[in-house]
Structures are given as structure tokens and as C-alpha cells.
């Protein structure tokens, strides 16, 4: 099976964060990411995972009546925002959900876990 | 035998060797929808060929080495399968003998309670995807029970199974680390097949009678499948001890009757005695949880228990489950021990409980005793705007008679 675990999380508050801060933020991090790196190669050692730029430098493209539309992101009202996503196979769904608790954003964002269809 | 009786008998063989032939192939298979198309067909032969040719020797085994057979004559016929070649190979290895001895065939009934159960699932298709598969019960079946169209059920199991396949809920009993989260999802259904049946909301007695009683069923599967869980002998010792007081509840006119005003007479002593029996097997095992407690709170009910003992009962219970529910029923049995005033202040701390019958119900029972009958008839009428039930709007208004002054 293959899931898309997407991540979302509060980016505005990381954006407000003074650059010091954040970075001393990420620094903390850094085991816990590696710790999901580490079960996430072991579980799936194709597994693609990419963190997203801010929402700020989104675009939005709709075609609209057959014009194209390009507008600034971002689009949604909600707070949460994606900032990441992994691509990964895996066995079924029981063990998604244990990748998807390992992320560090797990904690003070959410997981979205979706099933690719295969065809 | 009467045909019908020959019938009836065949339906009961049905429900027994359902579930163990649907897990045993889903095993295999590794899809719930494949296995049971194997299975429906094998029964459907069964149909044919027992009333015939008389039941075999072993029928489970006869199903399942049907079951096979078809199974692998249905993948045969597919052209276009891109796994056929590696199902027909793990086909080879489901016993082909249909006299076999059912307990050389693994039993994989606990798997697919777990599946059947999966938190991803909604409630609703937990319960109809379990009383089907597990419980073996027909589509329609299922429909009478829930007052559903066997389309709409139909549509649902059908639903389930590819949500089963798409999402790629697991065919396995958790492991070890995953079971405190996991057995209570399980327990939850079958309490909810219960509930469904006693609750009464609608719908014939006879139908739902059955509802209870393959919650039972159901109950003492699971004991028997996971026999180190005190949690499922609690569920079972519950379901039982609530059953007992079946006919109790409703009275001739088929009006509610409260437990304290029941006839005792009426409740079912060998439910009792075997629910207590199931108690004492759970509790033996020392590791007590909301349905065991749930379970000693019913017993208490059941011998005529000290109210103070089960008012104990209930706020051991409360740091199980501090949900509203228990919190209300907590606030009874503190009334019922004789602190009617604790009790009535314990319920309206309950705000949370919006539109939730019983919490008015509860109120003006309590403002009853305490003899403040403006109050308790106001809260009468509240409970009745909120009941749909019919036994339960003839006791509200009863009640609310009693405390409203004679009209002049």
C-alpha cells in the first residue's frame, strides 16, 4: 500500500519566531527528525519525504472559463497550512499511523494519512 | 425434522461456521470481499446438496474446502488478475478435505474481529461489518434489526469492504503494544450491538431481543478468543447481568419501570447466576477496567446490593470514565444512597449533557424526593420534549401527574 502522509502545521507561528529562536527550534528537533528518518528507511527504504516553502510564496492557478487565473496563496482560511509531505509503501495502514506519530510536527501540528489509488 | 426445523438448523450451522471460514480465507486471500464471495458460495451449495445428500460429517470443514474449490475455479476464470498466480498458490494450502477435523484448520475469528472493528472504520460500519462477518448474519437480517432498507446495508457492507481494501486496514490481531487502544474498540461494538437491542428506540421487541442476544454470542466468542482479557469476561458479566432485567423493565401497559420499582420475579436468575459466575472469572484475573466496574455495579443492582456500595462502585468507575454519562449515573446512585441533595448538586455541574434525556429525567427524579415539585415538574416536561420513546413518555408523564397539584 502507499500512503501520502501529509503534514500540516500552524506556519504563521513558526514565521514569527525571531531567526535565533527558530533556528535554536530546529536544532532541538533535529534527533526526533532523525529518529523518524531512521524507522521511516527501515520501513520503507524508497520513502520520499519533502518539507514545503512557506504558504507565503504559494501560487494558485484556476482556469477559469477557460482564462488562466493566477493568484497569490495562500487560499485556505484555516489556520493549518501544508508545509510538508512523504510518499511512502508500506504494509498497511496500522503501520501509517505509527510513521505518521514519529513526525515531530505530529506534535504540534497534525498528520493527514492517504491512501495513493492504485489502479 | 420439519423443513423448517431443518432450516432453522441449518441457519444456526451457518452463523457457527461463517466468521471461522471468512477469516481463514481473508487470511489467504488477503481481501474480505474475495473471501466472502468464496464463502456465500459455498454456503449456497450447502444449500443445495445437505437437505439432499444429509449435513457432513464436519461441516465447517466441508465450507471451507468449498469455499477453496470455488474460490480457486472463480481466480482460474479471471483473466485479467495480476496476482492470480500467487493467490492460486496460497489456495493450495487451505485444507481440501472436507472431513477434516475443524481443529486442524487455524482460527483466524480474532483477526477478523480486529478488522472488523478498526478505529478508521465509522461506528456504524464497525457494527454492520462485525454482525456480518463475525456474527454471520445475512444482509437482511441485519436490515430488520436496524430498521434499514437491505439496499442501504447491503450498500454499506460493500463499502466497508473496499474501504478495508483501499486504505489497507490490517488483517492481524494488534501486537501486544497495541491492544489497550484496540480491545476497547472492540468492546465498544459489541456493547453498541447490545445497546442497540435494549435501548429500544424503535422498532419490534422480538427483533431486537436477537439483537442482545448475538451481542452475547458475540461476547462469549471473544472470551473464548482472548481468554487472558479481563475486559471481555467484564463485557460479557455486564451484558448478561443487564439482560436478566429484560422483561422487568417494561410493565403490562408497556411502560417503563424503573429498577428500584421492578418485579423481581421477572428477572432471569440463570442470566444472573452465569453473568456473576463471568464476574468472578474477570475480577480473578486482577486487572479491573470500566466494564468490569460497569459489571459490579449491575451485580450490586442484581443482589440487592448496599446503595452506598454502589455509589463506591460508580466513582471508582468515574476515573475509568469520567465521561457525562457515568458522571450521571454517578449522581443516582449518591441520591439513591440517601444524598439525594450531593446528588442533585453533582448533576448540574453536568452542563454538558445538551439534549441528553436523562439529565432532566435524572433532576426531576431528585427534586421529586426532595419534595420541590414546581421544580421537578418543570423538569418533567423538559424530559419530555426530548423522548421519543413511548415507555418512557408514559413513565414521564406518570410521574410528572404525580407531582403536578390536582386540577381543580
Not at chain 2, 129 to 158: C, D, K, P, W, Y
Not at chain 2, 305 to 312: F, S
Request: charged share 30%.
Amino acid at each position: 500500500m502507499r500512503y501520502a502522509l501529509l503534514v500540516y502545521s500552524d506556519q504563521s507561528a513558526w514565521e514569527a519566531l525571531d531567526p535565533d529562536e527558530a533556528a535554536r527550534q530546529r536544532t532541538e528537533s533535529m534527533p526526533r527528525w532523525l529518529a523518524l528518518f531512521d524507522e521511516l528507511g527501515k520501513a520503507d527504504p524508497n520513502a520520499e519525504g519533502h518539507e514545503l516553502d512557506t504558504a507565503a510564496t504559494a501560487r494558485v492557478v484556476r482556469v477559469v472559463d477557460g482564462e488562466r487565473v493566477v493568484t497569490d496563496g495562500p487560499f485556505a482560511e484555516s489556520k493549518e497550512q501544508i508545509g510538508g509531505l512523504f510518499v511512502t509503501s508500506l504494509d498497511h495502514l496500522d503501520e501509517a499511523i505509527r510513521i505518521a506519530a514519529l513526525v515531530p510536527a505530529a506534535a504540534y501540528g497534525s498528520l493527514e494519512i492517504r491512501p495513493i489509488v492504485e489502479q | 425434522m420439519t423443513p423448517d426445523e431443518r432450516h432453522g438448523s441449518l441457519e444456526a450451522t451457518f452463523r457457527e461456521e461463517w466468521p471461522r471460514a471468512v477469516a481463514m480465507l481473508t487470511r489467504v486471500l488477503g481481501d474480505l470481499a474475495l473471501a466472502e464471495d468464496a464463502v456465500q458460495d459455498a454456503f449456497t451449495k450447502a444449500l443445495e446438496r445437505w437437505p439432499r445428500d444429509g449435513a457432513p460429517r464436519s461441516p465447517g470443514a466441508w465450507i471451507v474446502a468449498t469455499a477453496r474449490n470455488g474460490a480457486i475455479d472463480r481466480l482460474r476464470r479471471e483473466q485479467t488478475f495480476a496476482r492470480k498466480a500467487e493467490l492460486l498458490g496460497r489456495l493450495q494450502d487451505v485444507p481440501a478435505d472436507e472431513d477434516a477435523d475443524m481443529s486442524s484448520i487455524p482460527d483466524e475469528r480474532l483477526a477478523l474481529l480486529f478488522t472488523c472493528c478498526h478505529p478508521a472504520l465509522a461506528v456504524e460500519t464497525r457494527i454492520t461489518l462485525t454482525l456480518r462477518e463475525v456474527g454471520g448474519l445475512t444482509t437482511r437480517e441485519i436490515a430488520r434489526a436496524f430498521l434499514a432498507s437491505e439496499s442501504t446495508i447491503a450498500q454499506r457492507l460493500v463499502r466497508a469492504k473496499r474501504r478495508v481494501r483501499e486504505t489497507g486496514i490490517p488483517f492481524r490481531v494488534p501486537p501486544d503494544h497495541l491492544l489497550p487502544e484496540r480491545v476497547p474498540d472492540v468492546l465498544r461494538v459489541l456493547y453498541l450491538v447490545f445497546n442497540e437491542g435494549y435501548a429500544a428506540t424503535a422498532g419490534d421487541a422480538l427483533i431486537r431481543r436477537e439483537l442482545c442476544a448475538e451481542a452475547i454470542r458475540l461476547a462469549k466468542l471473544l472470551c473464548v478468543l482472548m481468554p487472558d482479557e479481563p475486559e471481555a469476561f467484564g463485557l460479557l458479566a455486564l451484558l448478561l447481568l443487564q439482560d436478566s432485567r429484560r422483561d422487568a423493565r417494561i410493565g403490562n401497559d408497556g411502560e417503563l419501570v424503573l429498577l428500584g420499582d421492578q418485579d423481581r420475579a421477572r428477572w432471569d436468575r440463570a442470566a444472573i447466576d452465569e453473568g456473576l459466575r463471568v464476574l468472578r472469572r474477570a475480577e480473578a484475573m486482577r486487572r479491573p477496567g470500566p466494564y468490569q466496574l460497569q459489571a459490579v455495579i449491575a451485580a450490586g443492582h442484581a443482589s440487592g446490593a448496599d446503595p452506598a456500595a454502589i455509589a463506591d462502585a460508580y466513582a471508582v468507575l468515574e476515573r475509568f470514565d469520567p465521561s457525562p454519562v457515568v458522571r450521571l449515573n454517578r449522581a443516582i446512585a449518591v441520591a439513591l444512597a440517601g444524598e439525594v441533595e450531593v446528588g442533585l448538586e453533582m448533576l448540574d455541574e453536568l452542563e454538558s449533557l445538551e439534549g441528553y434525556l436523562y439529565l432532566p429525567a435524572a433532576r426531576a427524579d431528585l427534586l421529586r424526593r426532595l419534595g420541590r415539585v414546581t421544580e421537578a415538574a418543570a423538569a418533567y416536561r423538559e424530559a419530555l420534549a426530548r423522548s421519543d420513546n413511548e415507555p418512557e413518555r408514559r413513565f414521564l408523564e406518570r410521574r410528572l401527574t404525580e407531582v403536578s397539584p390536582a386540577a381543580s
